[in-house]
């Protein structure tokens, strides 16, 4: 089993590089580390459609795979509303945005350090 050598932000630019690759919507990042011992950093995107959703994850996958992190897990890649795949250090949640609506992690968390990633995906 491949041990992970890369550091949080590493991984973090990694995963946005991945999603912003296949244009994945309202990117943002949020530091937990002063929050929560189960994970650094989380990432969260949007996708336009299920499969749009299931696309991001498996790009995010692929690219952190050639990297040699594994993943710890995955869950709901088959539905397509909301995809969550944890690399340890960072967990990545891909969802619908009626799905990101509804959950709203970003209020969950909002005592933690929150980035929005600047790409050029606006405005399409």
Do not use: C
């Not at 950093?41 to 299931?54: C, E, P």
């Amino acid at each position: 089993m491949t041990k992970q050598t890369m550091h949080s932000e590493d991984l973090v630019k990694l995963a946005i590089a991945a999603l912003e690759e296949i244009k994945a919507q309202d990117i943002t990042t949020i530091d937990v580390r002063d929050k929560t011992s189960i994970t650094d950093f989380m990432v969260i995107a949007s996708g336009t459609s299920s499969r749009h959703v299931k696309s991001l994850v498996d790009n995010v996958l692929e690219k952190t795979k050639e990297q040699g992190v594994r993943p710890i897990g995955s869950e709901g890649l088959d539905s397509g509303e909301w995809a969550l795949l944890d690399l340890g250090d960072i967990v990545v949640h891909v969802m619908l945005p009626t799905a990101r609506q509804f959950y709203d992690l970003e209020r969950l968390w909002q005592g933690a350090e929150q980035s929005r990633a600047q790409h050029g995906a606006e405005g399409e």
